[in-house]
Every structure is written in structure tokens, then in C-alpha cells.
Nanobody
Framework: QVQLVESGGGLVQPGGSLRLSCAAS????????MGWFRQAPGKQRERVAG???????NYADSVKGRFTISRDNAKNTVYLQMNSLKPEDTAVYYCARSGRDSYYGPSRGEYDYWGQGTQVTVSS
């Protein structure tokens, strides 16, 4: 059974930083692309960053230049470094495993396993 467990969320002031982690188990982590999504109250879940099995990355325009996704296959973990945080980044953040090694785009239907989410609140 595949399990994804996020950690690292919390309350941070505008302009601050957080690093989210997602620990994976139950599958050969290195074979799959991964994504980070977020969902704010009253809004649809949106993908903010994706990383292929080989380490290629892409980002939503809203976070480009501020967020960095990375992975450590030896630790079965994917990270999301978030800098210059804004109040509009407030959301529950989820990691997800893509059903393919090469897909790390924004389509939620391409992701087959999801974590439980971690809350990120950006507020003064």
C-alpha cells in the first residue's frame, strides 16, 4: 500500500519561508513523478510544482521563482521549499504520486496517490 505523509506546514509571516516534506512508502519511489498541490478554502485544488523521476521540474506561474521542488530518492522524500511567502499562498498543501514517470503536469487525474495534507498559513 502506497503511503504519502506530508510535514513541515505551519504559520509564517509574509515574506517568510517554509520547507514541506513528503515521505513516501510502499512503492519504488524513484520510478514515479511527483507533484505538490494546494487547496485554499472555496477554491479548486491546483498543482503548484511537479518533478519527474529524472528530476525535471515545472511550476505554476503563481509560484515560479519563489518555490522549489526537489527529491531525494535515497530517502524516498520529495520537498517543496517555499520562499517569499504571500497571504495568497495560504492553503492545505498535498503531495501526490503521478501514475507515470514522465507526467508531472497539472492534471489531478494523472495522480493516483495523495497525502493527507499539511496546512500552510501566511499571515502577520
Amino acid at each position: 500500500q502506497v503511503q504519502l505523509v506530508e510535514s513541515g506546514g505551519g504559520l509564517v509571516q509574509p515574506g517568510g519561508s517554509l520547507r514541506l516534506s513528503c515521505a513516501a512508502s510502499g512503492s519504488i519511489f524513484s520510478r514515479y513523478a511527483m507533484g505538490w498541490f494546494r487547496q485554499a478554502p472555496g477554491k479548486q485544488r491546483e498543482r503548484v510544482a511537479g518533478i519527474s523521476s529524472g528530476g525535471s521540474t515545472n511550476y505554476a506561474d503563481s509560484v515560479k521563482g519563489r518555490f522549489t521542488i526537489s527529491r531525494d530518492n535515497a530517502k524516498n522524500t520529495v520537498y517543496l521549499q517555499m520562499n517569499s511567502l504571500k497571504p495568497e499562498d495560504t492553503a492545505v498543501y498535498y503531495c501526490a504520486r503521478s501514475g507515470r514517470d514522465s507526467y508531472y503536469g497539472p492534471s489531478r487525474g494523472e495522480y493516483d496517490y495523495w497525502g493527507q495534507g499539511t496546512q500552510v498559513t501566511v499571515s502577520s
